[in-house]
């Protein structure tokens, strides 16, 4: 899959790139991850902690997937609102959901402590404002919904709103304590310690075949070596999506500017991250560095040619989306890009469990907050793996891929 093109940003912000070799070697380890992202580095950090022997293998850079162009807003709320889930899962799930989005926030925070820069991690207020007056009542509703449960938001009206931003919005909710931060640094960072408590990490393996023996799994890689181990989890990120289809998964294409670093922020209250109801919906927030990122008019494509031809188009849209909102903010563009951005139907990220050999997982942290989903459903996974099982896994756990063939892929 060509996950995405245009100039990107993160890799510039870091000031030495970590190098790993290709595997010249066949290895056996206690757990084999598949896929150098932020799930693969959760998943490797909390399994190498935990004292096992953990290999780690990307098809292409360590990082060089998605969680190169993620734009990180560290966000609990997503896509679809807790009012929706509660109308798909019930209130009990939904919230089970939305509580573990939280934590998985603060275990992201936790995670950053530990790595240089604290991988830009800063927490943030977010305002999540009403496109049209047509959205109030669901706004309002939310709310109510969101403090029954003890999530730390208020509801704004226009005339709060105007007092802060120069925007004119007729309200918008307004969430207290998520984040931001540079998702390279962060992976980064992660498989630093990774490799330091012992574990192996591959770029440019890719895996192409697999068989599942009575307790063990053998993974073949495209330059024919093998991996064996007894545990492993795909973290292939949207390309998971082709080896193991599943109809609850979607994919769009969705554009990025970034602009030069700016000046004043004194407009912009508090930096917080901003989002609105509409869907698809823009977004923005700043850097460390003083840029600001905007993103969204997303496309219903899943073409990467189709998807490329409107990066140009793209930036513009989003630049003059941005100056009428912020019109004092004099902000140039200087990256762009387009990439596959991968959802569900349902808004819940997913968990998959092979039917023929359960020892081995599926992450598909699909959807807006991936980075938090990741966090949160590399936690359960890991936690099956070490401790026998998870509280939360079947919250998760919803749809089981069918027994494979000896082709992954
Ligand atoms: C434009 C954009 C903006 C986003 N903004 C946000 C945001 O603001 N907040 C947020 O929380 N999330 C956001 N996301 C989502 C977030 O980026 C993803 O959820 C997250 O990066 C996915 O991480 P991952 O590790 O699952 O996937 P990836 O980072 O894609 O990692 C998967 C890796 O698996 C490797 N791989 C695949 N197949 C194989 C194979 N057969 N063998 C070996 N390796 C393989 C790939 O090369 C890849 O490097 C955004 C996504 C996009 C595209």
Request: hydrophobic content about 35%.
């Amino acid at each position: 899959m060509d996950l995405q093109s245009g100039t990107l940003y993160w890799p510039t912000t870091v000031s030495k790139t970590p190098e790993y070799p290709e595997l010249a070697e066949d290895l056996t380890c206690d757990a084999l991850i598949i896929g150098g992202g932020s799930s693969g580095a959760q998943s490797a950090y909390r399994l190498a902690k935990q004292g096992l022997k953990v290999v780690v293998v990307d098809k292409r850079t360590i990082g060089g997937g998605s969680s190169s162009t993620n734009t990180a807003l560290i966000q609990y709320a997503g896509d679809k609102s807790l009012t929706e889930l509660t109308a798909s899962f019930g209130e009990e799930t939904a919230v089970r959901h939305l509580k573990l989005c939280e934590q998985a926030i603060t275990d992201i925070e936790e995670a950053c402590a530990n790595i240089e820069d604290q991988a830009d991690f800063i927490r943030r207020d977010s305002l999540y404002y009403a496109s049209t007056e047509q959205d109030i009542p669901a706004l309002k509703q939310e709310h109510a919904i969101l403090t029954k449960h003890g999530f730390k938001v208020d509801y704004w009206d226009e005339k709060q709103i105007t007092g802060l931003y120069p925007f004119r919005k007729a309200g918008a909710l307004y969430y207290s304590n998520d984040a931001e931060m540079n998702p390279l640094k962060y992976i980064y960072g992660l498989f630093e310690q990774v490799e330091s408590l012992g574990g192996k990490i591959y770029c440019n393996t890719e895996i192409t075949d697999k068989t599942f023996e009575q307790d063990q799994a053998v993974f073949k890689t495209k330059n024919g070596h093998t991996i064996t181990a007894k545990y492993v989890i795909m973290a292939a990120g949207y390309e998971q999506a082709e080896i193991t289809p599943n109809k609850n998964a979607t994919i769009t294409s969705s554009y990025v500017v970034i602009t030069k670093p700016v000046s004043d922020f004194t407009s912009w209250y508090k930096r917080a991250l901003i989002w609105e109801t509409a869907r698809p919906y823009l977004y923005m927030r700043t850097t460390q560095d003083n840029r600001i990122i905007v993103g969204g008019m997303d496309q219903d494509t899943d073409q990467s040619l189709s998807r490329d031809a409107k990066i140009e188009q793209g930036r513009n849209m989003l630049m003059n989306a941005f100056h009428a909102m912020f019109p004092d903010i004099d902000a140039e563009p200087e990256y762009a890009l387009g990439a596959f951005f991968a959802g569900t139907i349902d808004g819940l990220p997913m968990i998959g469990r092979n039917e023929e050999y359960p020892n081995c997982f599926y992450i598909m942290a699909y959807g807006d907050n991936g980075t938090v989903y990741n966090m949160n459903l590399s936690k359960i996974v890991t936690d099956v793996i070490t401790k026998g099982e998870s509280p939360d896994l079947d919250l998760y756990l919803r749809t089981k891929p069918k027994p494979l063939a000896k082709q992954a892929r």
